[in-house]
T-cell receptor, first 115, second 114 residues
Framework: DTAVSQTPKYLVTQMGNDKSIKCEQN?????MYWYKQDSKKFLKIMFS???????INETVPNRFSPKSPDKAHLNLHINSLELGDSAVYFC??????????????FGPGTRLTVL | AQSVTQLGSHVSVSEGALVLLRCNYS??????LFWYVQYPNQGLQLLLK??????LVKGINGFEAEFKKSETSFHLTKPSAHMSDAAEYFC????????????FGSGTRLSIRP
């Protein structure tokens, strides 16, 4: 009974391709996030959704588009992949939106390698 | 600008020794403070957090951290390291005004020597 799950775990693709990463949480949380962790382990937020509504949108190329079909799912679609997109992408969730003290629960990550 | 700094990208201690991982924040308003741990090939997991009240916070796996406002620090300690503590540790901050947004430090890799 995994709390936050992501698929796929590994993704290897060519430059210029379009790919998607899926995320699901079974915690009943209202808020979900996407983070990017680079090769130096630096972790930065990309997006956050609350009950299907975008609430955080950091400075991310518009090739990245999050989609939330329902509050338990937040998918990340990436168009025209570039070498610099290679990273580990983490999905996370938290119970309530807009609460700075809320604990975030992370998925296991998706390692994206762009060749 | 609000930021968090972790001193030392890599810390190595002997099994049974004290673990001390340093974290300092920079902001004009008091933050909420977190320590997350990332075991190899896994996602992050909350170790402990400070929101209000007692400045010494106890977390899971025997870790604790103390919020020192005068030093703008939130160092993580554990009295006796165990081999299973080997992982990447991230200090993070959030602010009342920034809703759910967390700013992470660059991480400290903790190695344990037998």
């Amino acid at each position: 009974d995994t709390a936050v799950s992501q698929t796929p775990k590994y993704l290897v693709t060519q430059m210029g391709n379009d790919k998607s990463i899926k995320c699901e949480q079974n915690l009943g949380h209202d808020t979900m996030y996407w983070y990017k962790q680079d090769s130096k382990k630096f972790l930065k937020i990309m997006f956050s959704y609350n009950n299907k509504e975008l609430i955080i949108n950091e400075t991310v190329p518009n090739r990245f588009s999050p989609k939330s079909p329902d509050k338990a799912h937040l998918n990340l679609h990436i168009n025209s992949l570039e070498l610099g997109d290679s990273a580990v992408y983490f999905c996370a969730s938290s119970q309530v939106a807009g609460v700075a003290t809320d604990t975030q629960y992370f998925g296991p990550g998706t390692r994206l390698t762009v060749l | 600008a609000q930021s968090v700094t972790q001193l030392g990208s890599h810390v190595s201690v002997s099994e049974g020794a004290l673990v001390l991982l340093r974290c300092n924040y920079s902001s004009s308003v008091p933050p909420y403070l977190f320590w997350y741990v990332q075991y190899p090939n896994q996602g992050l997991q909350l170790l402990l957090k400070y929101t209000t009240g007692a400045t010494l916070v106890k977390g899971i796996n025997g870790f604790e951290a103390e919020f020192k406002k005068s030093e703008t620090s939130f160092h993580l300690t554990k009295p006796s390291a165990h081999m299973s503590d080997a992982a990447e540790y991230f200090c993070a901050v959030s602010y009342y005004s920034s809703a759910s947004k967390i700013i992470f430090g660059s991480g400290t890799r903790l190695s344990i020597r037998p």
